[in-house]
T-cell receptor
């Protein structure tokens, strides 16, 4: 275990549904990240938060909405997704943005029908 | 800009033989390099990293990697492969001089298959 947990581990949703992914880190870190891992593609960084403030948004569609209520929790709210959004969504955390190692959660496997 | 290339989609090795998984990178400043491993249905697990210092970095599970600045490479190695090493391996880079957000760029991954 890396100290980063994600729920749910698996999620199936229709294109009109609204769902949320949750990430929690127990490492006392100040930075958290969302990544998307699709088959045959490199990991894509979606969002970066530091001390609950968004630092980076890599041109992610608005149907993905992150929320970071405190430094231990990170959410990814999903609405009106497309089938091509089906992927493994990984959360990570690091001590800060100064270059600390990122530790990953197990991911949420999302299938959009 | 920073980028990483893993030229091999898959590496096949017999158990007990040495293994190498290749990684080359491109940054405009000084690199901060990582290797991660991903087992089926799991997230990425940190193996090792290079920032400065000794070019040979030792990590978890007997893995090591050698930083070669002239060849801009950071190949992952292990003297004797185990069947349990079979997994997907990712190299990642961060440009220390031009990256305020600790944003890593990952390679496409290399699948390591170790056969008994």
């Amino acid at each position: 275990e890396t100290g980063v947990t994600q729920t749910p581990r698996h999620l199936v949703m229709g294109m009109t549904n609204k769902k949320s992914l949750k990430c929690e880190q127990h490492l006392g870190h100040n930075a958290m990240y969302w990544y998307k891992q699709s088959a045959k593609k490199p990991l894509e960084l979606m969002f970066v938060y530091s001390l609950e403030e968004r630092v980076e948004n890599n041109s992610v569609p608005s149907r993905f909405s992150p929320e970071c209520p405190n430094s231990s929790h990170l959410f990814l709210h999903l609405h009106t997704l497309q089938p091509e959004d089906s992927a493994l969504y990984l959360c990570a955390s690091s001590q800060d943005l100064a270059g600390g190692t990122q530790y990953f959660g197990p991911g949420t496997r999302l299938l959009v029908l | 800009a920073q980028s990483v290339a893993q030229p091999e989609d898959q590496v096949n090795v017999a158990e007990g033989n040495p293994l190498t998984v290749k990684c080359t990178y491109s940054v405009s400043g000084n690199p901060y390099l990582f290797w991660y491993v991903q087992y089926p249905n799991r997230g990425l697990q940190f193996l090792l990293k290079y920032i400065t210092g000794d070019n040979l970095v030792k990590g978890s599970y007997g893995f090591e990697a050698e930083f070669n600045k002239s060849q801009t490479s950071f190949h992952l190695k292990k003297p004797s492969a185990l069947v349990s090493d079979s997994a997907l391996y990712f190299c990642a880079v961060r440009d220390l001089n031009n990256n305020a957000g600790n944003m890593l760029t990952f390679g496409g991954g290399t699948r390591l298959m170790v056969k008994p």
